[in-house]
């Protein structure tokens, strides 16, 4: 079974379209999450951290469910430069010196 | 804001020969990392390092790579004799010792290409 797993896309919407992508995790054990975004051959550079509670940064939001070991991520008014593979990231430790699980990414197009 | 740097951006060898990528971590950063990315696949960690030695690494991390801090700024990553499957994009991360969630801050990456 999979780590941590995603549709791969591609999304391919319109500018200021919502498109919302969805992650699952497999170690009940993972404490810490994070959505980071990825342009084609560049690294990884992080969107934002996911909390329990939900949090939200600008036209992005994310949620995470415990209890379905499911996170999420919106955005809203979509732009051209929200273009790139958007990767979910698990870690079994709130803090600490642990690696970073990554999934393989969901592909977003936003058209003009 | 401060950075992560990487040097090469790209390193062309020939299998059996040794590599070194080479990193500079954000300059208060205490914990780094190694990651890698074959073409068309995820994030694979590879190593991780404090204090002036490995804490973790995964199975891919034989007995062919090691990693060094040889000085207060550098971090690298030695392959010793390349493969062609250890061709990807190897990404050093680091973090610092805030207490705050495991938010790693990566470089942009060498590509390395074995022929």
């Known amino acids: 079974r999979k780590e941590v797993e995603q549709d791969p896309g591609p999304f391919n919407v319109p500018e200021g379209a919502t498109v919302a992508f969805n992650c699952t995790y497999s170690n009940s054990a993972s404490q810490s999450f994070f959505w980071y975004r990825q342009d084609c051959r560049k690294e990884p550079k992080l969107l934002m951290s996911v909390y329990s509670s939900g949090n939200e940064d600008g036209r992005f939001t994310a949620q995470l469910n415990r209890a379905s070991q499911y996170i999420s991520l919106l955005i809203r008014d979509s732009k051209l430069s929200d273009s790139a593979t958007y990767l979910c990231v698990v870690n079994t430790l709130l803090t600490g010196n642990t690696p970073l699980v990554f999934g393989k990414g969901t592909r977003l197009s936003v058209i003009a | 804001e401060p950075e992560v740097t990487q040097t090469p951006s790209h390193q062309v060898t020939q299998m059996g020969q040794e590599v070194i990528l080479r990193c500079v971590p954000i300059?208060?950063?205490?914990?780094f990392y190694w990651y890698r990315q074959i073409l068309g696949q995820k994030v694979e960690f590879l190593v991780s390092f404090y204090n002036n030695e490995i804490s973790e690494k995964s199975e891919i991390f034989d007995d062919q790579f090691s990693v060094e801090r040889p000085d207060g700024s550098n971090f690298t990553l030695k392959i010793r004799s390349t493969k062609l499957e250890d061709s990807a994009m190897y990404f050093c991360a680091s973090r610092d010792f805030s207490g705050r969630v495991n938010e790693q801050y990566f470089g942009p990456g060498t590509r390395l290409t074995v022929t």
């Open positions: 300059s208060n950063h205490l914990y």
